[in-house]
């Protein structure tokens, strides 16, 4: 959709010819712009609430610069995920308010006051999992959730939970993060009366298999009410958690 | 946690040696009931927000029976899961109010007029997917949710999943139920702006590996806030819909 | 090893040609009945502690029949696993002393009076474990241990669990079975200071892959000092934790 | 096949003890060339209707060029799949008008004017797909057929693909580039009356497992007539593509 | 799509509105019939060149049957696949002309003489994959393909192949289905110049993991231009075939 | 290959114009019967040095029948593995020298004197692996080898195996059978200079994952000399080691 | 737990409010110190008989550091698994009397004399394996247990094993660690009447994958008694191992 | 078994108190060498008829290095396999008669003249398969087979194969080694009338998974008489492939 084709269609909201309904159905589904090796939608904040976000992985530094580079004129808020150093420095170059997470390994931008709602508590189970815990938080963050973080609290030692429940009662949503076999998820699922999203984690060797171990157990949970995400995929949670989060405030 | 111990509490409760909420707490926790082969979780509902499920594969009728009418004698709601007919028979001669729903396997016992609010779309793929988006949609009705139902609207002919647009739009969460290669649930998450829980079937054969070629892929969905549980397993998203769907109500 | 090797084994130790120790050593590793298309191995209560235990899966009524026979000849103690009520009739024509444990699928031959020492709990998630469960408590039991049972102790109400803290610190060893996601393999574990054995079982539906997901959680235990065995394997199990629990008494 | 035999069969030809035919079939089925490490199939042309397609992964630098350049000698046009640039390096001091496509991982030569027919669409899902999508249409277009692009048109904005139904319509064969959830194979399988060849990439993490999930979802696609390649096997999906492109021109 | 909807597109056309190919494009995307448990999609044939196949496992004997029944009133030719002989009893009762092909579970309709052009040539392994061998060939005749067999040609007599070379030099498409370790695929690749597409099937035994072996080597042949479909989907191969084949004439 | 293409080949022999060597190159590769549904590769005998076995896992009763008795008509043995008790009756009404062994599921054919040359050691580890190992041992008699058993001799009682090192020593090749971790293979393996051909079999539960572990558990030995067939695949088992008994005889 | 939560426990100990074995219990579940990014468990010796292990892998430099400098402020014994050297140069930084066992990955410190008890053999196939061997047998020292050790003793020369029986009769406990097809921990646990801890390793290559094949193996093993860790996971074969050894003691 | 052990045991057989069989029976299987970190079994020659042979990979460098020099001191071959250029180096330094064969990965010590018999046929697919055919190769005629050597045969050019039927009627034994989809073992199967090791590489990409394609097919070849050895174990082929060899010469 090019600029010729917005100025049309604003001419007939204007002109009484679509309704504003109709005009907003119509930027919510149409429009993009093409750069070739990709189609940026920007209306995507319209028809989900929240712009595109960039998965930087298998994408060449290049192209990350430049899609950051088109979102950045338009967008408010921006995200991209698994993110290089080197991807952030050529963002830097061309979007110089970008920040860099590196622990999550996120790009954000973030312009003008963000208020902050609800409250999604993101528990993990060990400090190796703090990468994926931190990306979960961050993405609800940007996407204007209250987070609170409840680290290190695997069932191997599961007073570091029970003396947390103030946290876990306190919170709107849980995300919980867990390598290994990944226990912590049914166990807090039993504890609360709120949705729980698992992330596995691929914290783990031998017989995890990446971790398969915690995908494949946080699946089978037997707490009702825990849904699940990728492995590794903190941000897919963190999304999820927001978009439940913002849910009656 | 026997009566004495009950009435005790709440005697503590009279004469101020506890507060209502020190009550509540204490109540949320700790009692069961124990039948040697299972610990029934009365209050459960406190706990979680619905009464204790009540698995039944695996288990014999005679525990089934038995399980279903101790429940019977203190909660409102019941719910049995993946349940065979002679399951319901059996319980049918003790609980005389238990309800049976053939396709999606549940025994059900609900009192009283259940108030449905909020409004969770079950939307399905193909015919053979319904015995598991019947038990989704039930689950969530039985947990005081409005349901509604898209079935057969799966990606192979897209124009019914977007004639029925207003479907999508009118729904506070939705569940995807899909068999095959599971598609549905990312174009779903594309087209919304609210959560989205998968449910992969075991609809296919030969390489859908008894619905993992699903769980792969609405694992993988390239749709933000999609996330989900375990194959057919209608139950958990129905569960899990519902108590997202009561939040702000 | 016919009669007549044994008898000149004897012989040499009475005539002093061979110690004690040298004819007993002699005796554990030698001898065993040859029936064709078994080798009945008698002396296994020597070299291992316990009798030869006969696998019945996988065998026809009349092998089976024909193993026990030839056993009961001899042994004290006797355990057939995976045995159907088919296999316990034919039994019982040539062993009529041999009874049969209907859940946990097993003929058991006990005779005389059995001490029994130490302590074993045998832990359960589920009411579905139960037939696994038993076959690790009776197994127990037939190899001279004293079990305790906690039965539907799963996470998902874990106060059911820490109320029976009691039966945890009493017990030697601790044996966990659970199937679905095993997340009580790792709370266990985590709160005593004992060896926990860890059965998964084939309890659960889908992505549970007939009992990998839980074999796989075991496996991957944040908990120090879980050990596990095969899928179902309530035998295994009780074997294993019957040789520790002798240990020190 | 020496030259004397080759010679032989010529002269039979000249001389009518071999028809015209005869000597076809005779020329398509035996010679090839013996390097001793690799044998140079130098008729598949006639047999196959191109030439024989060097493999490059897994061959030594000295291989790839002594092989290339044993092609370059008769054929009109080479094709070397999945090279590193070192071995382009080599190739062209032997090879001088070979060209290197670096996204693509391909060694082309192309000598003459070649017509290019019909129309083959390559359609990937995401900008990490690109490299496995321009495998697909350099080899088509080296194979003589006309190939349109349409990138980045995955099914979380399905806009981007509902827009470009053009294409789609355009189309003789599409071939359909996607990772992660592999959706976009089924979409436009449902879309379209022609043939559909789906290639699963590696693109994704976690339960991706390199692509494992886009292949099974693309191997039970809802929508008939959508065939299947190995995962990232863009070669082969062009290759395939263009043999259908060519039929009926 | 009810009927006054159609009947206003039609006047639309009529009195200039629409051009024909605007009322083309109208009726090919939107309409189909609601029963509740499935849309039956009536326009399929315009869309995608063949009526709307009913994939019959998984749904009841009723559902088949409605299904049949709706589609008989409206389209030429209809396909079920999967389908029990139970399915075909009811469907005959309400669909006379209905036929049934036992060893390809294939429930048909045809009406009128059908054309069959090209030349697809179905070749198979073994005796034991001709259930889905006919599966294959049944589908392209149905679709108006000219169907030829080669059986029982599988590679451990590797003449029983070669002396058929004439009936692969015939083809225009080739569909190979073969179990096992599915070698069949890769030679017949390897001798001609058109179209294979692939068919592995779950014959076979312990590792051949019920047609997984077949698959994976499809996937990985060296023979360029194989592309393949599911485990054992027969109907898919022709289906495909049957799409290629009429290209050209 | 009808009756006078192979008149016509002798004559040519007869007459000179092709050496016996050539006639009989050429007998070796062509003919086979064709029944349609079968191609009967009647000359196997003379190419691979023993007729044409046949799979009867999924034909029909009626295929295998006509399959045995267009073989028996030519062949002096005959071998059906997988065979059912249903099919050997069909058999036995049309070759009535046929006989059936129950355990193996074997339909044999043996007519006159069957010399038996060498020595092949069966060895299994448990009585449930003797259906295996007796399709192994009756293969490898039908081809002409002389079988010693040795039976129930697994690596738990390990002395039952190294009382019989005069059995290991006294065979030329060795088949070895086991289930569960097929850890026999390898302890045979390393105590013999003469080949060892594994087979696993599916004894076994839970992670045996139907011979899955002792597959792998083989494939892996770390005894060289170990080669390693399909799970359960007795058959194969023998056939090799009776091709390889037979060399040196 | 802060100080003035202990101190106030102390007194109430001191005043005759609570026994000490209730303040021994109230002290072993409750207290831990936070770092933030890792809850220290410095009461895991009362609760486990062990202090907190720290799992290095997937932490950073610094957190290792920080977490081992905490622990030895309070601790007698500390182990940290799978660290590098990086880490340990980094941590003796801080705790000087920390050691570093290059072969088995761990870092140790441990504060005055350590009484060894027991007996604990580790036993392991090939040269290979001694990483896991020597962080099983490390592991078991620091916990106060004799550990004898028997390596490259594997099943493909049998007579390595049969001769060291002294060693399999003197121990307690045996660990046994192998890759590959994982036999010797069958053929060990039929040798012996005590607990075998199976560790599977990841040596091996091909069908190993890592280490599966050797773990499968290890959990069917036929000789009861065998149970199993992790693949690699000599830690905590080391661990339980110690807690067995010492039953008795 | 030290130096006097063997001393007395031959003046044993010096004065007749054991016959020359006992002598060599115990010979056969008492002695090794033992190193602290390894065992070396000198009279595996006697025993297994070759010497015992060094699996290099997961070992150190002087680990190995030092097991050379040990076996250099006894034995006239010696063959260490998996070696990087690096331990050949160290080995060179202590045995300077060490070859090192670099496709191969081998080290070699081969001592006088060794006779090579029978005729071994190593045969692969394509080019990338060479380091592991070769390592068939050397392995075979290290252990005296004369090796025979076809190269880059694979079924996509089938006449390849085809045009050399002189060498494979002129092998004992057949070594095939291929990766992708392994067909190249069942097309030689079926051509042949002598054993045929298959030997599955890991060359091929996606969904070869490293292999596991090419194992599987080989594992269900429909040509009878194919055994299989671990992907990527060309060692194993040759050795195998050489006892069978020896046979009858």
Redesign the interface.
Known sequence: MDQSEIKNLLEQVRDGHLTIDQGLEKLK??P?EDL????I?HH?QL????A??V?C???TVE?VQK?MEALAKTEKNILGT?ATPEMYEAVQDVVPDAEYHQLARLITVQRGEQKQVGNILVAC??????PVAEEAAITAEIMGAKVDRL??????????LL?NRGKLDAA?VVVVVAG????L???V???????V?AV?T????????????????????????????????G???G??AA??NR???
């Open positions: 589904h149409l993009y070739g090796f990709v189609k939608d995507r028809r989900r609430g929240f595109e976000v998965y992985a298998g994408k192209q899609i698994r189970a060990g400090t190796s999992d703090l680290y290190d609290a695997g069932v191997a030692g599961i007073h570091r003396m709107k290994m076999e990944g226990a998820a049914s166990v699922g039993g504890l609360v009366d709120k949705p999203i596995p691929s914290v783990g060797y031998g017989a995890s298999f990446n971790g398969l171990a915690a995908l494949l157990a946080m699946l089978n949970s037997c707490s009702a009410g825990v849904t699940v995400v990728n492995i590794d995929n941000f897919g949670a999304y999820a978009m439940i849910m009656g405030e």
